[in-house]
């Protein structure tokens, strides 16, 4: 992918929601943000819940997720079909730029990053059924790596388009679907990238917006 790099970019959760659960309800990192946060709209009326912000080595804010619906765990026979969840990544729209120690050159940012940074979180939810739990790392090692080509082709035969209110705007997105899911990314007028991903939640009825106060989400 030209226009974005994978140093960073996390995965939101490790086996069990461990990674998750530790990271998850502080808002401090969302707050040294410089760019607005999103989430959907006040059509959706649930829970809200803070995940994790993303930084690059110096410690600047470029990505965050902000959880929607019921808190998902890692997928499994038991829980599938059952949960009801959709996660909205924001990412800062940054050109390439150097490193603030001068040492390297830290690519721009794009809707491919929020693509792929969606994709790679419903991935951390998921289970396939009757895998081994030793061979899960592989399987998500060779997803993840899918994740990142589909990414790099939004304009392919993968990806749909949709168009979905951000801020009371339409606004175009690329859509695809999985067994796993649903992942979704695009951009808004207040300079940021949106990606997002869900299952049991239909995405055609989502509408995104700013996030007013990011600290009542703690």
């Not at 607005?36 to 649930?46: I, S, V």
């Not at 924001?90 to 792929?116: C, F, I, K, Q, Y």
């Amino acid at each position: 992918m030209e226009t974005t790099s994978r140093v960073g970019a996390q995965a939101p959760a490790t086996e069990g929601g461990q990674q998750l659960a530790s990271a998850r309800r502080t808002v401090d990192g969302y707050l040294l943000a410089p760019f607005p946060w999103y989430g959907l709209d006040e059509a959706f009326t649930g829970p809200r819940w803070l995940m994790q912000v993303g930084m690059s080595a110096d410690g600047a804010v470029e990505h965050g997720a902000i959880g929607h619906g019921e808190e998902p765990s890692v997928r499994s026979e038991s829980t599938e079909d059952k949960e009801r969840f959709a996660v909205v990544v924001t990412v800062a729209a940054n050109p390439s730029r150097r490193s603030a120690d001068g040492t390297g050159l830290l690519e721009a940012t794009s809707v491919s990053s929020a693509a792929w940074l969606a994709g790679v979180g419903l991935l951390s939810f998921t289970w396939p059924g009757q895998m081994d739990h030793t061979l899960r790392d592989d399987w998500l090692d060779q997803q993840t790596e899918t994740a990142w080509v589909l990414a790099d082709d939004l304009d392919g035969s993968d990806w749909s388009s949709l168009s979905l209110p951000v801020d009371g705007v339409p606004t175009p997105f690329h859509y695809r679907e999985s067994e796993f899911g649903w992942v979704l990314a695009g951009s808004t007028q207040e300079g940021v990238h949106v990606g997002a991903y869900g299952r049991g939640m239909s995405a055609y009825g989502l509408g995104f917006a700013v996030v007013k106060d990011i600290a009542a989400y703690a």
